[in-house]
């Protein structure tokens, strides 16, 4: 069964595959396609809160951040992937 799910697989002069997700623009990469592919399928699940649990600010302190210095922001990547991805596109 398909989920109708867009998905670019683009081979890297270094040899690695980045796989990128169009709908949410989660983006992995892998040293085969396969690789690729499933780390995509991780990504995505966690970035949908299909997969892991939220941050708490506990967790932040444990890692020596303050959590009112930590932006909820939602910000675009700057990974040289997707800006091949918007030319592409």
Do not use: N, Q
């Not at 670019?8 to 595959?17: S, V």
């Amino acid at each position: 069964m398909s989920t109708g799910r867009e998905i670019h697989l683009i081979e890297e002069e270094e040899g690695l595959w980045s796989a990128i997700d169009e709908e949410t623009g989660v983006a992995s990469c892998g040293k085969t396609r396969e690789e690729a592919l499933e780390m995509l399928d991780e990504a995505v699940a966690l970035h949908t809160g299909e997969a892991g649990e939220s941050v708490t600010d506990e967790d932040l302190e444990e890692l020596g951040l303050d959590p009112e210095s930590v932006s909820e922001e939602v910000r675009v990547p700057d990974a040289p992937w997707f800006e091949d991805a918007d030319e592409t596109a």
